[in-house]
């Protein structure tokens, strides 16, 4: 039996909201042009991994190159500071760099944050268990690092270094965290509660969660190897009296739904009809598919959904996942930037047309976006 439970538009009539700017921290480096042109190339990026990266089941990934996080944000404020924390502040950064406008809009009063995760960083907690298990007493642990053990540290060092006083969330949902967090962007520019709203997802590689993910897989088929990274998009209400919004995307729908036993295609096959639906548009205008990758049952179910629903459409796949790696909580938010980079390599042939984000995960939990393309 597969029960599932529809997301529902929360907006107050203010507009659908826009996408005016992205950037990413990825295998490919630091920045949205690494990322685009890693894509557009096609580059893989699987590597054998260094004593650094600690034991994991099969020594590789797809690791974001060089990355310290001393190195990258400098020693202030840094030394207690985790992985997923590092990527989130560095790929929030990258944005807010990329352009004077970004940094303008996106931070201060009303600007908003909104990051999608799985756990936080599953490594600092192991590694601050077993420090109380491990020491001379069990509160013989290192207190400045104990933040890093709460899922949500990423997104409040991320809102204290670059002055982000709106709402701050942590919303999990593993592989479908960054549509959860869109979604939540979404709604908050619709109830007013945010002026702008920096809006992504992270997931760092670890031995914490390498070894997880061995043994929480069904044991039916081959896992891409995992990746990591922080993919971060600034959502505003969109201002077609601003000539200088950047609009590079309209969110047309977010649907997201539960799957409580079985195939997690009829429910992703609802999501994704609902959303045309919601957003009045035919399958024919879809012009590219980003899927989440999902290994096993998940990714098949997701692969005929889309195939089911989309098929007639011919549109272009533009899943990430053979070539950066199961990034997990941040899947979704990179297979926006992929739409958004696939978008502005061919202008032409993508303008007026629609990209859709699938995503399943083993939790159970589907959805999809629409963004239309300019």
Avoid at 111 to 121: E, K, Y
Avoid at 368 to 373: D, E, F, M, S, V
Wanted: include cysteine; proline fraction near 6%; charged fraction near 20%.
């Amino acid at each position: 039996m597969t029960t599932l439970t529809q997301g529902r538009d929360t907006g107050t009539g203010t507009g659908r909201p826009v996408i005016t700017a992205w950037s990413a921290v990825s295998p490919y480096g630091i920045g949205r042009a690494a990322y685009a042109e890693g894509l557009r190339e096609r580059r893989g990026t699987v590597t054998g991994l260094g004593p650094e990266h600690g034991s994991t089941p099969d020594g590789v990934g797809c690791v974001v190159p060089a990355f310290g996080v001393r190195e990258v944000l400098g020693k202030k404020g840094t030394r207690s500071m985790d992985r997923v924390t590092g990527l989130a502040v560095t790929a929030a950064g990258a944005l807010l760099d990329d352009a004077e406008r970004n940094r303008a809009v996106g931070t201060g009063e009303g600007a908003a944050f909104a990051l999608g995760t799985t756990t936080g960083s599953a490594q600092s907690m192991m590694d601050f268990t077993r420090d109380s298990l491990t020491g001379d007493q069990p509160f013989f642990v290192d207190p400045a690092r104990f933040p890093n053990t709460v899922m949500n540290c990423a997104a409040g060092q991320s809102a204290i270094w670059y002055r982000l006083k709106g709402p701050n969330a942590t919303i999990a949902g593993g592989r479908t965290a960054g549509l959860h967090a869109l979604n939540y962007a979404r709604r908050l520019l619709g109830s007013g509660r945010a002026r702008t709203v920096l809006c992504g997802a992270a997931e760092e590689f670890s031995p914490a969660r390498a070894w997880l993910e061995h043994h929480c897989g069904d044991g039916t088929a081959a896992a891409p190897p995992l990746g990591e990274g922080c993919a971060m998009l600034l959502v505003e209400p969109h201002a077609p009296d601003d000539p200088g919004q950047p609009v590079l995307a309209e969110i047309l729908a977010v649907e997201l739904g539960v799957v409580l036993h079985g195939d997690p295609r009829p429910a992703l096959v609802a999501c994704l009809r609902s959303a045309l639906r919601r957003a009045g548009v035919a399958p024919e205008r879809v012009t590219a598919v980003a899927r989440s990758g999902a290994p096993g049952r998940e990714g098949r179910g997701e692969a005929e959904a889309v195939r089911e629903v989309l098929g007639a459409a011919d549109a272009a796949d533009v899943t990430p996942t053979a070539l950066i790696g199961d990034t997990g909580a941040a899947a979704a938010a990179f297979q926006a930037a992929a739409l958004l980079s696939y978008a502005a390599d061919r202008p032409a042939a993508a303008a007026g047309r629609v990209g859709v984000i699938t995503s399943v995960d083993r939790s159970g939990s589907v959805g999809c976006a629409l963004l239309g393309l300019r």
